[in-house]
């Protein structure tokens, strides 16, 4: 069964960073493009970056390019999201999502999710 559980969210004034973890239970992870996206209190859930079975390939949403990194672990399983200079406008629970193939942006194209971290920044 494959499981994706997210940590390392929380609250952070504006300014500060988070990192956020997501531990994925695929028996084939470093075959996986995984990704990263964020549903804030009554808007969608939209896309925040994604990272290639090899880390090659990597696509940030407009708003957190040149702020946030991701970046892959495939011997330990994990994907990260590095969130520096928080905005309060980032506050979302964020979610880890994998899929096999090529690195898309589309939330539909991703097979598996996990349960979400919550990230608040306070003004």
């Known amino acids: 069964q494959v499981q994706l559980v997210e940590s390392g969210g929380g609250l952070v004034q504006a300014g500060g960073s988070l990192r956020l973890s997501c531990a994925a239970s695929?028996?084939?992870?470093?075959?996986?493009?995984m990704g990263w996206f964020r549903q804030a209190p009554g808007k969608e859930r939209e896309f925040v970056a994604a990272?290639?079975?090899?880390?090659?390939?990597?696509y940030y949403a407009g708003p957190v390019k040149g702020r946030f990194t991701i970046s892959r672990d495939n011997a330990k399983n994990l994907v990260y999201l590095e969130m520096n200079s928080l905005k309060p406008e980032d506050t979302a629970v964020y979610y880890c999502?994998?899929?096999?193939?090529?690195?898309?942006?589309?939330?539909?194209?991703?097979?598996?999710w996990g349960q979400g971290t919550q990230v608040t920044v306070s003004s």
């Open positions: 999502a994998a899929r096999q193939g090529p690195v898309v942006v589309r939330m539909y194209e991703y097979n598996y």
């Open positions: 695929l028996r084939t992870f470093s075959s996986y493009t």
């Open positions: 990272i290639s079975w090899r880390g090659e390939v990597i």
